[in-house]
């Protein structure tokens, strides 16, 4: 009963007005009419019957009033509100927009405001009426109060769509050339996720993000250089084109990081092919090697460089090394020189590459070989051995030991006396020996069944002893897991119990976190640890270890070879 009523008194207040000392502006009694239209839409809201007996009055409203002055504005303005928040007809939400695309024109900046935020609330339940104020709403880009281009940026981004995108990446990318700085990164980003979803093709796709790295390089996202790298190595049609369109950018603008590294990179990957300088897709481009090298030296030596782009442009020049056809001294000078360099990271790459020089030339070119592409996303495998992993979890009778700090600090690269070790970082681990088996191979339920390689001791020192023991899983022929089993029949505690390995470089090794690191005197609960070694040639073990421990107050670490594994654990 209450809703006819609010309808009688507003079509009242629409048509004829209750008196003329109430009305502001021709509008009579505004006042009145918003608390009426509010409590409309409070009556409204998910009520199919009273949404139906207001619907004409509120076209009636919508249609009549006056929208020259402040007060029909904010009349038209609830009545837009209440029309999109209760089930009101499809032809009166599309009459609600239009009302906001007219506001978009208003001289106000303020109702400009209030039209631009409630587009784009209305833009995923109404797409198709908003979409025919674009052109409006693209014009609000370019307003100099920075709210309204925000929000005209937002409206805008939430507009494209596989039908528009072209045009509406045009607009948008004018307006980041020009746009104030605070809404670049913004921008950038908005403009990389719409190409990434609605890109009509790879080359489309490749030079909307080498115009937006060009304009804003500096504002994208973190994982832009990784996307484009990506793409490209996807494209094998498009890598000659690439190459050229990036060396060309980057001999016009060495500034903007995330560019110089992705042309870096791809010069690097491809750069045989910018030498060929024949490409139908692009203008004829005539590089010199000594180009390309002076191009890579002046990356290394600019200021703006970060490091990390410094190390993109080490990468690169050693990567020509192999598809250049000219004399390779000038880039093993540049990468001598930062073998001194102050930057760790960048020092430790070039002693490498300067190693591969002087010791292993003969693999260089199997070494510095085209990156194989990445594939992006986690895979179905994956997210199952995540679950499996947190199902496992969840099931361990007690919480894993914190790995201690000091294992971390050890390096185990030069174990067999810089034979080109294999370590791997430690990973949680399930306490249980039986347990770590099935989380490992994703075996069932069941207990494996009993080794029948015999066990080895390896170590024995003042009561504590470490033993080996040995499993192959019979559908794995060249995996062997080793179980590392520490007692301790002394009559004080071992205390900061490490044990590291390292296998040759034809190993894969994983070495597992241990299921603590105390081992309790005289007979206590042993501490065990699993050694995950994959041996696809199926060659004679050669295992080192390093134990560091304490024991009766003082420190000790042993490291020793282990020669003597049992045949069965390899043959």
């Given at each position: 009963?209450?809703?006819?009523k609010?309808?009688?008194?507003?079509?009242?207040?629409?048509?004829?007005?209750?008196?003329?000392?109430?009305?502001?502006?021709?509008i009579?009694?505004?006042?009145?009419?918003?608390?009426?239209?509010?409590?409309?839409?409070?009556?409204?809201?998910?009520?199919?019957?009273?949404?139906?007996?207001?619907?004409?009055l509120?076209?009636?409203?919508?249609?009549?009033?006056?929208?020259?002055?402040?007060?029909?504005?904010?009349?038209?303005?609830?009545?837009?509100?209440?029309?999109?928040?209760?089930?009101?007809?499809a032809?009166?939400?599309?009459?609600?927009?239009?009302?906001?695309?007219?506001?978009?024109?208003?001289?106000?900046?303020?109702?400009?405001?209030?039209?631009?935020?409630?587009?784009?609330?209305?833009?995923?339940?109404d797409?198709?009426?908003?979409?025919?104020?674009?052109?409006?709403?693209v014009?609000?880009?370019?307003?100099?109060?920075?709210?309204?281009?925000?929000?005209?940026?937002?409206?805008?981004?939430?507009?494209?769509?596989?039908?528009?995108?072209?045009?509406?990446?045009?607009?948008?990318?004018?307006?980041?050339?020009?746009?104030p700085?605070?809404?670049?990164?913004?921008?950038?980003?908005?403009?990389?996720?719409?190409?990434?979803?609605?890109?009509?093709?790879?080359?489309?796709?490749?030079?909307?993000?080498?115009?937006?790295?060009?304009?804003?390089g500096?504002?994208?996202?973190?994982?832009?250089?990784?996307?484009?790298?990506q793409?490209?190595?996807?494209?094998?049609?498009?890598?000659?084109?690439?190459?050229?369109?990036?060396?060309?950018a980057?001999?016009?603008?060495?500034?903007?990081?995330?560019?110089?590294?992705?042309?870096?990179?791809?010069?690097?990957?491809?750069?045989d092919?910018?030498?060929?300088?024949?490409?139908?897709?692009?203008?004829?481009?005539?590089?010199?090697?000594?180009?390309?090298?002076?191009?890579?030296?002046?990356?290394?030596?600019s200021?703006?460089?970060?490091?990390?782009?410094?190390?993109?442009?080490?990468?690169?020049?050693?990567?020509?090394?192999?598809?250049?056809?000219?004399?390779?001294?000038?880039?093993?000078?540049?990468?001598?020189?930062?073998?001194?360099?102050?930057?760790?990271?960048?020092?430790?790459?070039?002693?490498?590459?300067?190693?591969?020089?002087?010791?292993f030339d003969?693999?260089?070119?199997?070494?510095?070989?085209?990156?194989?592409?990445?594939?992006?996303?986690?895979?179905?495998?994956?997210?199952e051995?995540?679950?499996?992993?947190?199902?496992?979890?969840?099931?361990?009778?007690?919480?894993?030991p914190?790995?201690?700090?000091?294992?971390?600090?050890?390096?185990?690269?030069?174990?067999?006396?810089?034979s080109?070790?294999?370590?791997?970082?430690?990973?949680?681990l399930?306490?249980?020996?039986?347990?770590?088996?099935?989380?490992?191979?994703?075996?069932?339920?069941?207990?494996?069944?009993?080794?029948?390689?015999p066990?080895?001791?390896?170590?024995?020192?003042?009561?504590?002893?470490?033993?080996?023991?040995?499993?192959?899983?019979?559908?794995?022929?060249?995996?062997?897991?080793?179980?590392?089993t520490?007692?301790?029949?002394s009559?004080?505690?071992?205390?900061?119990?490490t044990?590291?390995?390292?296998?040759?470089?034809?190993?894969?090794?994983?070495?597992?976190?241990?299921?603590?690191?105390?081992?309790?005197?005289?007979?206590?609960?042993?501490?065990?640890?699993?050694?995950?070694?994959?041996n696809?040639?199926?060659?004679?073990?050669r295992?080192?270890?390093?134990?560091?421990y304490?024991?009766?107050?003082?420190?000790?670490?042993?490291?020793?070879?282990?020669?003597n594994?049992?045949?069965?654990?390899?043959?």
């Amino acid at each position: 009963m209450v809703v006819p009523k609010l309808v009688q008194i507003l079509r009242t207040l629409v048509t004829t007005g209750y008196s003329t000392e109430h009305s502001i502006c021709g509008i009579s009694d505004p006042f009145l009419q918003v608390q009426i239209l509010r409590l409309l839409r409070i009556l409204g809201r998910n009520h199919e019957e009273s949404s139906e007996s207001m619907n004409d009055l509120l076209a009636q409203v919508a249609t009549n009033t006056d929208t020259s002055r402040n007060a029909g504005s904010a009349v038209l303005f609830e009545t837009v509100l209440t029309i999109m928040d209760i089930r009101s007809a499809a032809g009166l939400r599309v009459l609600a927009v239009n009302i906001l695309g007219r506001f978009l024109l208003n001289s106000d900046k303020n109702i400009r405001y209030v039209a631009l935020t409630s587009l784009l609330r209305l833009v995923q339940s109404d797409h198709s009426a908003v979409q025919r104020h674009r052109p409006t709403v693209v014009e609000c880009l370019r307003e100099p109060d920075a709210s309204l281009s925000r929000r005209a940026l937002e409206l805008s981004l939430a507009l494209v769509n596989s039908s528009n995108v072209r045009a509406m990446t045009q607009e948008l990318q004018g307006f980041l050339e020009s746009c104030p700085h605070d809404l670049r990164a913004d921008c950038a980003s908005g403009i990389l996720l719409a190409a990434e979803r609605f890109a009509p093709s790879k080359r489309w796709h490749i030079d909307t993000i080498l115009r937006v790295l060009t304009t804003a390089g500096s504002h994208v996202r973190d994982d832009a250089v990784a996307n484009l790298t990506q793409l490209i190595g996807g494209a094998q049609e498009l890598h000659a084109y690439s190459v050229r369109r990036l060396y060309s950018a980057l001999a016009q603008d060495i500034s903007q990081q995330p560019l110089v590294q992705v042309a870096a990179w791809c010069i690097g990957e491809f750069g045989d092919l910018l030498l060929e300088g024949s490409c139908e897709e692009t203008e004829p481009l005539q590089v010199e090697e000594e180009e390309v090298l002076a191009l890579l030296e002046r990356v290394l030596q600019s200021h703006m460089s970060l490091p990390a782009t410094r190390g993109y442009a080490l990468t690169a020049l050693m990567k020509l090394s192999t598809r250049l056809r000219g004399d390779n001294n000038r880039i093993r000078q540049v990468v001598s020189i930062y073998g001194s360099c102050l930057d760790v990271e960048l020092q430790q790459r070039a002693v490498e590459y300067n190693t591969l020089f002087r010791k292993f030339d003969h693999m260089r070119a199997a070494v510095l070989e085209k990156m194989p592409l990445v594939e992006r996303g986690v895979s179905q495998a994956d997210e199952e051995a995540q679950e499996s992993k947190a199902a496992t979890q969840l099931l361990e009778p007690a919480p894993v030991p914190t790995e201690p700090q000091a294992s971390k600090l050890l390096d185990l690269l030069d174990l067999l006396d810089g034979s080109s070790g294999d370590a791997q970082r430690q990973h949680p681990l399930d306490p249980s020996p039986e347990g770590t088996l099935i989380h490992l191979l994703d075996l069932p339920c069941a207990p494996p069944a009993p080794a029948s390689i015999p066990d080895l001791k390896v170590f024995e020192r003042e009561g504590l002893q470490l033993i080996l023991s040995f499993v192959r899983p019979p559908g794995t022929p060249t995996l062997l897991l080793i179980t590392v089993t520490a007692t301790n029949t002394s009559e004080g505690d071992v205390t900061h119990l490490t044990c590291q390995a390292a296998v040759p470089k034809s190993f894969q090794l994983q070495l597992q976190a241990p299921s603590g690191d105390t081992v309790p005197a005289q007979g206590g609960l042993p501490v065990t640890q699993l050694l995950r070694i994959l041996n696809p040639n199926k060659a004679p073990l050669r295992l080192k270890l390093r134990l560091t421990y304490n024991h009766f107050g003082q420190s000790v670490q042993e490291i020793f070879e282990v020669n003597n594994l049992p045949a069965e654990t390899w043959q």
